[in-house]
């Protein structure tokens, strides 16, 4: 099976509203991505994707939702505290982990895809220690 890899980095703030440590402050991370596809070599082009195509999936969904926002689990507390501010906010139904966004991404990014390809394996780095990641 051939496959193809896309790294993209983006930053973001988030702040984990249930949790007690550091993480519940607002703080940031560059985020790095993987995202992996799998597929027929289309003989046309002797591609899977074109890795510009790919880029641009991935900037029409990833970057264009996350890159350089504050991103919050939409409840009362972030609605009260966050209510007057004017940046940009990603609402998410469950809290910022990269776990989570790791989910929105799968689901997101798959929409998109052309007929006959599928993602096979993701990776979201928050440091360069710490990734969650999903596969097929
Ligand atoms: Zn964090």
Redesign the pocket.
Known sequence: MICITKKIEFEAA?R?SNYSGA?SQI?G?TYKLEVTLCGPIDPETDMIMDFKNLKLILQNTVLSHFDHSLILKDNPENRMIFADYSGKVTWMETEPTAERMIEWIVREVSRILPQGLALTKLKLY?TSGSYASWEK
Do not use: G, I, S, T
């Open positions: 988030h984990l993480c703080h991370h928050e």
